[in-house]
């Protein structure tokens, strides 16, 4: 892409697979040293495995983001190892759908919890080195659902929306350290979150709204969080970017 990246380390959170791994790859790619977490060590392993093979810096490094335990320790263990993190991508994310009256209150905390809460435990740990460094860059992928809202998702609409709220104060609060903090919103994406809307009358249904009549791929979300990340972006904080075919004009 011809983009500026100088020495940076990154932490790209569900990188394991979908969007996340095709953000792993594209910042790579950069020259970027990544670090691939996902939940499962086969998956974020495979990402990593696969950076090196294509001769990009990558590691992995097996985290529920939903435990804030183990990512305050995968933080200590990342600023020991690296120094700091220059680019936090808050990535990882869970759907459990259901109308208001069907939700459970473990489907409302899980979403919660591995979409929101986890954003926060992420930044807790690793803003501190970028503030000393004067440089940091941070990420939320958040969706269109925290936009509009969606029904059958009021857990995952208010927690993409609490990424974005998340995103904007932290771009209010770091901006004098030179850290920047921004959205990006994406639609529908073809990745294994999305396989039941990609077939037959639901896709068709889906694909009714929108404009550009096709689902995203995992590499048009990854094109903007890369720019985002990079020093050409250094201008651009608090803001979100929606990548979704034109579906919330
Ligand atoms: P995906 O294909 O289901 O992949 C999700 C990734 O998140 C996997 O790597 C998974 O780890 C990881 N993950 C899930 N729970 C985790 C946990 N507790 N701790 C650590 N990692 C965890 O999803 P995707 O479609 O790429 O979505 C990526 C992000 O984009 C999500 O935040 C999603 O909400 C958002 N988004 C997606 C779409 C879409 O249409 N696909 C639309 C809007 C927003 P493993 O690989 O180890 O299982």
């Known amino acids: 892409m011809n983009l500026t990246f100088t020495d ?50 990558a590691s992995a490094l097996a985290v529920d ?32 759908d259901g109308l208001l009256i069907r939700m459970t209150e473990d489907d409302w905390q899980a979403v919660i919890d591995t979409n929101l809460s986890s954003c926060f435990y992420w930044c807790k740990g690793l803003v501190r080195p970028m503030t000393k460094k004067r440089w940091g860059r941070i990420i939320n992928v958040s ?61 068709d249904q889906v694909l009714a709204t929108i404009p550009l009549k096709k689902f995203g791929s995992p590499q048009d979300i990854a094109n903007m969080v890369t ?3 990079s020093e050409e972006a250094n201008y651009i904080t608090g803001q979100v970017f929606t990548v979704d075919g034109g579906m919330t004009i």
């Open 65 to 96: 983001v939903a435990n804030k335990e183990a990512v305050a320790e995968a933080c200590t263990q990342l600023i020991q190892e690296f120094g700091g993190v220059d680019i936090l991508v808050n990535n990882a994310g869970i759907t459990k």
């Open 143 to 203: 969706s269109v659902s925290g936009i509009s809202g969606n029904a059958g998702q009021i857990n995952y609409a208010s927690a993409k929306a609490g990424m974005i709220a998340m995103a904007k104060s932290l771009a209010k609060e770091l901006a004098s350290r030179t850290i920047t903090a921004n959205v990006v919103a994406p639609g529908f994406i073809a990745t294994d979150m999305t396989t039941s809307f990609q077939e037959g009358d639901v896709a």
């Open 8 to 57: 940076r380390v990154a932490v790209v959170t569900g990188a394991g697979r979908g969007i996340g791994r095709a953000i792993a790859e594209s910042l790579a790619s950069e020259g970027v040293h990544v670090v691939c977490v996902s939940v499962n060590p086969a998956s974020c392993g495979a990402a990593a495995e696969s950076i090196q093979a294509q001769g990009g810096k």
């Open 227 to 229: 720019y985002l990340a």
